[in-house]
Nanobody, 122 residues
Framework: QVQVVESGGGLVQAGGSLRLSCAAS????????MGWFRQAPGKEREFVAA???????????TYSDSVKGRFTISRDNAKNTVDLQMNSLKPEDTAVYYC????????????WSQGTQVTVSS
């Protein structure tokens, strides 16, 4: 089993920044993918960003069009986390954000965080 623990989130004004962090522990496979998703009230959960890594490399992040150029996903090797740096936040970014882990070779995300609220005020 894999435990996925998320931290960060909070309140921020439009145009501001927040940084989310996610750590996966347990039976981690050597090649992994971590994704960020969000769900706004009344909306379906949507993909935000993802990155894959091993102990030797980290891949380039992929992003939804709605956050591209504003959000950056990165692997922090020192902290053993995957972070989501969110800049130029907009009210429409308000949602519960989740991180999720999967083995790179499988199609579906396997383990999910508890979620954290991100609220962007106008």
């Amino acid at each position: 089993q894999v435990q996925v623990v998320e931290s960060g989130g909070g309140l921020v004004q439009a145009g501001g920044s927040l940084r989310l962090s996610c750590a996966a522990s347990g039976s981690i496979f050597s090649i992994s993918t971590m994704g960020w998703f969000r769900q706004a009230p009344g909306k379906e959960r949507e993909f935000v960003a993802a990155i894959s890594w091993s102990d030797r490399w980290s891949g380039v992040g992929t992003y939804s069009d709605s956050v591209k150029g504003r959000f950056t996903i990165s692997r922090d090797n020192a902290k053993n986390t995957v972070d989501l740096q969110m800049n130029s936040l907009k009210p429409e970014d308000t949602a519960v954000y989740y991180c999720a882990y999967k083995r790179m070779v499988v199609a579906e995300y396997e383990y999910w965080s508890q979620g954290t609220q991100v609220t962007v005020s106008s």
